[in-house]
């Protein structure tokens, strides 16, 4: 069965500071992969998604970043984090075909 | 620009009772409009979905409707429970391997 791998669970980070998120998944190849943002009572917002290795498609211009550099590791980053980056990241991924969205159990950023 | 709007942003219910949320869209190239439940520090998890071509699916107390001329879609929960407090989002797709979720209800049911 597919599982997916989201780390650290929570993270306390001081403004400026930089950020690397990581999210692997096992049980499937070649999935699409995710990263959405979930702020306080808020709704989910895409960051970004990969349909493939090195592929990356940015959905709203930011102060973060994403990679793919293995077929099922997704990276969130930022150089130098702010205030407004607080928030609960989640990391996704769809098999091929219907579209089912499955998401890790996320990462709760606050940026102080 | 939210493509799918949801509605009431929160509610409240005695157990038993049936909350509603609702959902619209303008896109009429969505072909696919799933649910998620949310528990407070969980990521969502697929709960129902359906397609255009049929206008209710039922999977145990949940329930889509769907109204394909109005463009609309709703959620209801039968006989609900304390267990199904937590947060819902509709969402909608093309088959582009995204998809677009709405604000989220925050569902609490009293005891």
């Known amino acids: 069965s597919q599982t997916i791998h989201q780390w650290p669970a929570t993270l306390v980070q001081p403004v400026g500071s930089p950020l690397s998120l990581e999210c692997t998944v096992e049980?499937?190849?070649?999935?699409?992969l995710y990263w959405y943002r979930q702020a306080a009572g808020r709704g989910l917002q895409l960051l970004f998604y990969?349909?493939?290795?090195?592929?990356i498609s940015s959905e709203v211009p930011q102060n973060l970043s994403a990679s793919r550099p293995q077929d099922r590791q997704f990276i969130l980053s930022s150089k130098k984090l702010l205030l407004s980056d607080s928030g609960f990241y989640l990391c996704?991924?769809?098999?091929?075909?219907?579209?089912?969205?499955?998401f890790g159990s996320g990462t709760q950023l606050s940026v102080l | 620009q939210q493509q799918v709007k949801q509605s009431p942003q929160s509610l409240i219910v005695q157990k038993g009772g049936i909350p509603i949320i609702n959902c619209a869209y303008e896109?009429?190239?969505?072909?696919?409009f799933p649910w998620y439940q949310q528990f407070p520090g969980k990521g969502p998890a697929l709960l129902i979905a359906?397609?255009?071509?049929?206008s209710e699916k039922k999977e145990g107390r949940f329930t889509i409707s769907f109204n394909k001329s109005a463009k609309q879609f709703s959620l209801h929960i039968m006989d609900s429970q304390p267990g199904d407090s937590a947060t819902y989002f509709c969402?909608?797709?093309?088959?582009?391997?995204?998809?677009?979720f709405g604000a989220g209800t925050t569902v609490t049911v009293r005891a």
């Open positions: 996704a991924w769809m098999g091929r075909g219907p579209e089912k969205l499955f």
């Open positions: 049980g499937t190849s070649n999935p699409n």
């Open positions: 990969s349909v493939g290795i090195g592929q």
């Open positions: 896109n009429t190239a969505f072909d696919y």
């Open positions: 359906i397609r255009p071509d049929v």
């Open positions: 969402a909608a797709s093309k088959n582009d391997y995204k998809l677009s």
